[in-house]
């Protein structure tokens, strides 16, 4: 199996940057993928990136783009989330989450069965 522990997160100000880190550990060779999820308050989980272990393709959902990059240290098995230029929005829970099944990046948070313990990211305007 595969354990996720995240570091980073905090409370910022509007336009402040943050960074999260994902460290895998376990059975790593099987990851094919990982990505970035947050939920708010009363609402669902949200696809926020996703960073193919195979290529290192990436995939951002459209309200960070340009604003917040995902990337891995192959070497440690670590994966992180750039987070600039934050805004109230951003305020969430946020989670990451690794797959060994999936080939092609995917939104969905069911393709990702690994799960990390999640940091909350809260933006103050």
């Known amino acids: 199996q595969v354990q996720l522990v995240q570091s980073g997160g905090g409370r910022v100000q509007e336009g402040d940057s943050l960074r999260l880190s994902c460290a895998a550990s376990?059975?790593?060779?099987?990851?094919?993928?990982m990505a970035w999820f947050r939920q708010a308050p009363g609402q669902e989980r949200e696809f926020v990136a996703a960073?193919?272990?195979?290529?290192?393709?990436?995939n951002y959902t459209d309200s960070v783009k340009g604003r917040f990059t995902v990337s891995r240290d192959g070497t440690s098995h670590v994966m992180f989330l750039q987070m600039d230029s934050l805004k109230p929005e951003d305020t969430a829970m946020y989670y990451c989450?690794?797959?060994?099944?999936?080939?092609?990046?995917?939104?969905?948070?069911?393709?990702?069965?690994?799960w990390g313990q999640g940091t909350q990211v809260t933006v103050s305007s």
């Open positions: 376990g059975r790593t060779f099987i990851i094919s993928a």
């Open positions: 989450q690794a797959s060994d099944t999936i080939v092609a990046l995917s939104r969905t948070s069911s393709d990702y069965s690994y």
């Open positions: 960073i193919s272990w195979l290529n290192y393709r990436t």
